[in-house]
Structures are given as C-alpha cells and as structure tokens.
C-alpha cells in the first residue's frame, strides 16, 4: 500500500495547485491521476484568467460580477475570498514563470471577456491553460512531490458510518493502467479530489474523453451531496462538427457574431444591447439558438464568428491557436473566412459540495476544481473565472488538508437546520437498480467483501482494493454489452432533452433514457482481456459515472421551476427569488436520491448583494 499525508486525485491545475499548496505547509504529497499532469484537460484552456491586477479594477468589482453572472445563486463568502485571492494567485504564476502576453511596457495584458466590467483577463496567447500546466508541472517537479500517472482511482476508501457526517476518508483504491495492478494508496490527514469536469455526459462538448466525472461521482456515492447540478454551461462558440472550443479571447479582442442574414443579431435582435457579443455566455447561447430556431441560422444549425476586421498581425499575435483550431478541424481560414460556431457543453457549474476551505461533509475527503461547487459560479460561470478558482481554491483545500492554520469556513456543509426538504416529479425511481456489475458498493462503503467489521484506516484502503479487485475481475471475465452502447445513449438524450432550451416533458424523458441506461449497463462487461493499458476497461467504469452525473443533472433541472442563468424552462420564464434563491442538494442515499435544498448566502464581506434583474 503507498502511504502519503496527502493524497490529491488529478493533476490538472486544480490538483497540482493543492498538492504544492500543501506540500509548502510540509506535507508529504503525492499526485494521483489517470493522465499525465500536462495531458489534463486545464491545458486545453484558451482564453485566461480573471484577476483585479490594475489600480483602477478592485476585487470588488470582480466579485460584484461575479455574483451578477452567478443570477444571484453564487455563495458571497466563496465569491469574496475568489476575488479577493486570484490576484495574488496569478502573482504567484508569474514569479513561478508563466509566460504570459505582455504590453509594450512589459505588464501583463489583460483583455476583456464576457460579463466583466473592467478588462481583467491574463492570459498566455490562446494558450493559457496550457502555459498554466507547464508552469505548475515544473514546481510539482522542483519540489519532488510524487506523482503517479497513469492511475486510475476507481473508489474512495471511506468507513461505513450511517450518516455521511460520520464517516472519514482514508485513502482510495487506484488501478495501474500501464500493468493492471490495483493499489491503496492511504491518505494519513486528507484526500484532495481535483478530477475535473464531466463533459462526456454530453456528446457536443469542448471536454476531453477523459472528462467523465469520476471525482463527483466517487463523492456522491459515498455520501457527499451534489450541489446545483442543473447548471451546465453551453459555450456560445464551438466548432459545429467536433465541439472544439473557439475561444472567448475572440469576442474580447473584437470578433462579430453574424446570423445568417449578415446581422448582427447581438444588438440588431436586442438579446444584450450594451455588451453585444461580449454578454454572459448564458445569454450569447440562448441568442444563436434563437437565430436558428427562428430561421435566421446557417443550414439550420450555426452562426458565424468574424475577427478578419482585426487584422492579421493582431489575430497572430493574440489568437494564432484559434486560426490552427479552425484550419483544422473546420477546414476555414478564420483571416479570409468567418468561422462557424455553435453552442456546445464546456462546464459544469455544479459539483461535490465543499465550503471555501475545500472541505466535504465527509472527514478527511476535499474537493477543487471543476469538480467541486464552492458555490462560485451559482448558475452561470464567467469566461476567465474557472482558472482563477482552481488556483484559489485549490490552495487553499492544500493548505487545509496539510493541517495549515485557516479560519473556520463561512459556507456550511451536510444537510443542517436551515436545509429545506424537496421533491422530484420522476417519471422512473431513479437511482441504482441493483449493485451494477462488479459494483458491490451499495453506499460509501457499506457492503465489505468479508462482513467483517473495519477498524483501521489501513483496513478500509484494504476493503476498498479487495472489492475493485473483483468489480474488475468481474468486467473482465463478463460477457455482456460494450460500454459505449450505453455511453452514447446516455449522451444523446442528455445532448437531445436536457441541452440549453429545457421542457418538462423532454427532461421526463431523458430520465426515462437513463434508466434504461441504467439497467443496461447490469450487462456490460469489457472484451479485451489484456492488462496493459486496457482502455476498454478504464471507459466501462468511467461510463457508470456518466450515468449517475446525468440522473443528476436531469432530476436537478426538472425539480427547478424557473429560469436562471444557464438553466432555462420552457414552462418556467422566470428567476422566482422568492422561491428559489437556494442551491438544489442531491444526497446519493444508498441509490435513492434524496433531494433537498441549502438556502444561498448572499451575506458578503462588505456587503449584503442584493438581487437585480441581470442585462448585459
Ligand atoms: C476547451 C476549454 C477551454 C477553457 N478555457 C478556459 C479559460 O480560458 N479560462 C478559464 O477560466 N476556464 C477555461 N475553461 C475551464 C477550465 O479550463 C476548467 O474548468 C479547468 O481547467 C478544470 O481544471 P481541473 O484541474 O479542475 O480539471 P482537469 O484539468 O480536467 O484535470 C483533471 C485531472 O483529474 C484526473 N482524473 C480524472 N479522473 C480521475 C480518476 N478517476 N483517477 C485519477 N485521475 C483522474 C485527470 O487525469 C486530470 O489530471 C476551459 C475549458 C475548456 C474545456
């Protein structure tokens, strides 16, 4: 078994920040992921990163943006202490040396980005995330924290007290992909979930294959709720045949969006007639599709992106990426042609719920990242803001799992006095039919291979690698369906039912979907047999996964009737405060989602926010 006092699951930028964060507060640290760090998903960020560096910006003001394009369902003390650190975050890049673009005075540029009042965005070219993971990757070398890639954690190791709030986290079980061999790895003080985010739910997507929500999955079958699922944001500027991000930098360096009419819809259609193209992306999203909803849209499907105007020595200076992106996956030359662009899913609002310090209702178990839902983002996230909240938070969930001195944390987390009880209308019971394949977790533990009683910690990573022993024992001796039946199901429903335009009937449906999804994944089983990199396998346990994020997403957005941010109801035009101003709670339940609701704290550092009708 490997032991270490920290153990962070993913080595995006989330993971790497933590694990330096706690390896400075003189943790032993190790790095677990199924990826190489600089393979992560964070190196395929474009655009930048939000941060008050300028003398005539504030934190203030950041945070007041933030909490607008949240539609007023952001947590303030997550919002204030984001704002208040990305400056000294992004600072810190810069001295560890992230190349960022500079003006001719030698500071780093910033740029405006959607919903921003003040351009507040670094950024390294069109290839920030990618600078970001190098920069990171070299301290994670320099400090010698161990990282061992190519892992796949499959479980957290966790006790099986009955209520959640009991339990403690002491490690997980994590298959070796490169020999087949599955391993504990124990966790003396905290494990640190930093897995990213679960695009694969949906198959128009911006996300990498390997974003498949295993972090927020493992969390919520081990007890740890789920907050504000619903909230998934469509990126208004996707590549219509493969969902490869155009950035946002091209709207804030000036790019035109252009219905197929030649209009500027933006303003010639009224949907934001101050900020125009560079509105919240909620908003941008729902705009395209109405053009092409309405007739206005090219061959039914797109819109198109112009930088032509910005000439060619800007375009090479400050988004060279993007003309490679659109040369080669749309065949355009963005300097002579528009690009065509569509929404497509690119994140996820929600996540495991931690409070500011990273913490879960489980002992010992931290979350950062994409995968985690401070609450930040609220309904709807700012370009440029996702960066800045992995570093920030992703710091600070090191910092606290190494034992460093923090205040107590403002957000509360676990279902507590002021929760409120809620009900889904499902059309199917959601929830697990029966111990999936190989699946012998009923509930953060509770079924153990021996029926024993579990004492130690090391005894609990033990349980935990014997029962992922035999689930993959079980897929691979198996002799049933292939994963990506079920996968590409799931997607198409979710992509079809439960995309930017929501309807009651179409969510019931894709719940329907699911569930057969569900029942059909009893039957999956992996036909490679080999042990050396089986991918086939890796995907198979990823895939049910993408079917518990999914439920989720679709019970949480039909549960919420109104409009806010990212989430919009056909049956449902409104932002109604006076009943929703609270965030959607999903409690696993042994298969059984529980659903109840945490009201939002709109209580800032130095000041109350008051809710005000969002226009850009
Ligand atoms: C195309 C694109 C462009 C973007 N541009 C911007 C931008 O300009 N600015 C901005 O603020 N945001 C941007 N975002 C959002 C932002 O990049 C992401 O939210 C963020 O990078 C996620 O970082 P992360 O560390 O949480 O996850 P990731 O970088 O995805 O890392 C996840 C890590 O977890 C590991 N992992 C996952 N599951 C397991 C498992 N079961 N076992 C072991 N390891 C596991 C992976 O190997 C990986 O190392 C963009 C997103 C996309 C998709």
Not at 84 to 98: C, N, R, S
Not at 406 to 434: F, H, L, N, Q, W
Request: charged residues 30%; proline residues 4%.
């Amino acid at each position: 078994m490997n032991e270490h006092d920290v153990i962070v699951v993913g080595a995006g930028g989330a993971g790497m920040r933590a694990a330096i964060a706690a390896h400075e507060e003189g943790a032993d640290v190790a790095l677990v992921s199924k990826l190489h760090p600089v393979r992560s998903h964070t190196g395929a960020a474009e655009g930048g990163i939000n941060a008050a560096l300028h003398d005539e910006d504030s934190w203030e003001l950041h945070a007041y943006d933030t909490m607008k394009g949240s539609d007023y369902l952001g947590d303030a003390p997550a919002i204030d202490t984001f704002a208040q650190d990305a400056p000294d975050e992004v600072i810190q890049l810069e001295h560890w040396g992230m190349p960022f673009s500079r003006e001719e005075d030698g500071k780093v540029s910033q740029r405006p980005f959607g919903g921003l009042s003040f351009p507040r965005t670094t950024y390294a070219g069109a290839e920030t995330g990618h600078h970001l993971l190098h920069t990171m990757y070299e301290q994670v070398v320099k400090r010698g924290i161990e990282v061992y890639d190519e892992w796949y954690v499959s479980d957290l190791a966790v006790t099986d007290h009955e209520d959640p709030e009991d339990r403690r986290c002491y490690g997980c079980a994590a298959y070796d992909i490169k020999t087949g061999e599955v391993a504990g790895f124990h966790a003396r003080d905290g494990v640190i979930l930093a897995t990213g985010g679960p695009g694969q739910v949906y198959d128009h997507t911006t996300n990498a294959v390997a974003n498949t929500g295993d972090g927020p999955a493992m969390a919520y079958r081990a007890g740890v709720p789920l907050e504000d699922m619903e909230f998934v944001q469509f990126h208004p500027t996707t590549l219509p045949s493969t969902g490869v991000l155009i950035s946002e930098g091209v709207r804030g360096e000036g790019g035109i969006l252009y219905n197929g009419e030649e209009e500027r819809f933006m303003f010639e259609h009224g949907y934001a007639n101050n900020e125009g193209e560079l509105a919240s992306r909620d908003v941008v999203s729902r705009a395209e599709l109405t053009e092409v909803n309405e007739g206005r849209g090219i061959d039914d499907e797109y819109v198109e992106l112009d930088m032509r105007h910005l000439g060619e020595e800007r375009i090479v200076d400050r988004l060279e990426n993007i003309l490679h992106l659109a040369e080669d996956f749309e065949g355009v030359d963005g300097l002579d042609e528009p690009m065509p662009v569509k929404p497509g899913q690119h994140y996820e609002m929600g996540g495991i719920e931690t409070n500011e310090n990273g913490e879960t209702c489980i002992n010992g178990l931290y979350a950062a990242g994409e995968c985690a839902c401070v609450s930040l983002h609220g309904s709807n996230r700012l370009g440029g803001n996702a960066l800045p909240e992995l570093l920030v938070f992703g710091a600070r969930a090191g910092r606290h799992a190494a034992g460093g001195d923090m205040a107590k944390a403002e957000i509360p987390t676990g279902p507590s006095a002021r929760s409120e009880d809620g009900a889904v209308d499902s059309p199917v019971k959601p929830g697990a039919v029966k111990p999936a394949t190989g699946d012998t977790v009923a509930d953060g533990g509770e079924v153990r291979s021996d029926g024993g009683a579990v004492t130690t910690a090391g005894e609990v990573v033990e349980q935990t690698v014997i029962r992922e022993r035999e689930r993959v024992e079980t897929l691979l001796e198996g002799d049933g369906i292939n994963h990506a039946e079920v996968r590409d199901d799931i997607q198409e429903t979710m992509t079809e039912n439960v995309n930017v335009f929501r309807e009651e009937d179409n969510l019931k449906s894709a719940l329907e979907d699911i569930r057969q999804a569900r029942e059909a994944y009893q039957d999956v089983s992996v036909s490679d047999p080999s042990r050396t990199f089986n991918t086939d396998l890796i995907h198979t346990i990823e895939t049910r996964n993408v079917i518990d994020l999914a439920e989720a997403i679709t019970l949480g957005a039909l549960a919420r009737e109104e409009f806010r941010g990212a989430h919009w109801r056909k049956d449902h035009q409104e932002r109604r405060d006076e009943d929703w101003l609270k965030h959607t709670m999903l409690r696993w339940n042994g298969g059984d989602p529980d659903l109840y609701y945490k009201p939002v704290i709109l209580e800032g550092e130095e000041k109350t926010y008051e809710p005000k009708e969002r226009s850009y």
